[in-house]
């Protein structure tokens, strides 16, 4: 498409199906996390939340050349969010490795490409459904990165802090879940 014409009708199509089917592969890719977890005797629950886990809405997207038109398309799922109840803290780099190995088997079997950065796990804790923090990505604790300088970072392996982050809890609620 040339700078400053406005987007077709069927490329609008093309990018409506391109999101539903990033949507598609991403909600995969969590039934194939969610069953690796599942094996774990402290896992409780999972649960996907966030966009992969709603019916797409329509909004001007950050692209230049539909933004510039202010033509509305699907949202843009960005990656997984999963939360999982665990009863304890000690499996999280056992967690974090079936993980990496549930989405190595989906892109083995299916070809679906989706890395281990673009799965959020936050855990929460069963009794008091009290979010912990997410699992950390990197495959080291601490990773010396700069993320691994945020308070409270890594003094359980593998449990990453984020800074100013706080936990909605309505983002569980049946609706967004």
Same mark, same amino acid.
């Given at each position: 498409?040339?700078?400053?014409?406005?987007?077709?009708?069927?490329?609008?199509?093309? %990018?409506?199906?391109?999101?539903?089917?990033?949507?598609?592969?991403?909600?995969?890719?969590? %039934?194939?996390?969610?069953?690796?977890?599942? $094996?774990? $005797?402290?896992?409780?629950?999972?649960?996907?939340?966030? /966009?992969?886990?709603?019916?797409?809405?329509?909004?001007?997207?950050?692209?230049?050349?539909?933004?510039?038109?202010?033509?509305?398309?699907?949202?843009?799922?960005?990656?997984?969010?999963?939360?999982?109840? +665990? /009863?304890? +803290?000690? +499996? &999280?780099?056992? &967690?974090?490795?079936?993980?990496?190995?549930?989405?190595?088997?989906?892109? %083995?079997?299916?070809?679906?490409?989706?890395?281990? #950065? *673009?799965?959020?796990?936050?855990?929460?804790?069963?009794?008091?459904?009290?979010?912990?923090?997410? +699992?950390?990505?990197?495959? $080291?604790?601490?990773?010396?990165?700069? %993320?691994?300088?945020?308070?409270?970072?890594?003094?359980? /392996?593998? &449990?990453? *802090? #984020?800074?100013?982050?706080?936990?909605?809890?309505?983002?569980? /609620?049946?609706?967004?879940?």
């Amino acid at each position: 498409m040339s700078a400053g014409k406005a987007p077709t009708a069927d490329r609008i199509a093309d %990018e409506n199906e391109m999101m539903l089917r990033r949507q598609r592969e991403f909600r995969l890719a969590a %039934e194939y996390v969610a069953s690796a977890f599942a $094996e774990f $005797e402290a896992v409780r629950k999972v649960v996907l939340f966030g /966009s992969v886990a709603r019916p797409l809405k329509k909004e001007i997207p950050r692209f230049k050349k539909y933004r510039r038109a202010r033509q509305a398309i699907l949202r843009e799922c960005k990656d997984v969010d999963l939360a999982v109840w +665990l /009863s304890g +803290l000690s +499996l &999280l780099q056992r &967690l974090q490795r079936a993980k990496g190995r549930a989405l190595n088997g989906l892109f %083995e079997e299916r070809e679906i490409g989706v890395v281990h #950065h *673009q799965v959020d796990v936050f855990l929460m804790e069963p009794a008091s459904d009290r979010y912990l923090s997410r +699992l950390c990505t990197f495959g $080291e604790c601490p990773k010396g990165k700069p %993320e691994c300088y945020v308070k409270d970072c890594g003094a359980t /392996s593998f &449990l990453r *802090q #984020h800074g100013d982050f706080v936990f909605k809890r309505e983002a569980l /609620s049946p609706a967004a879940s």
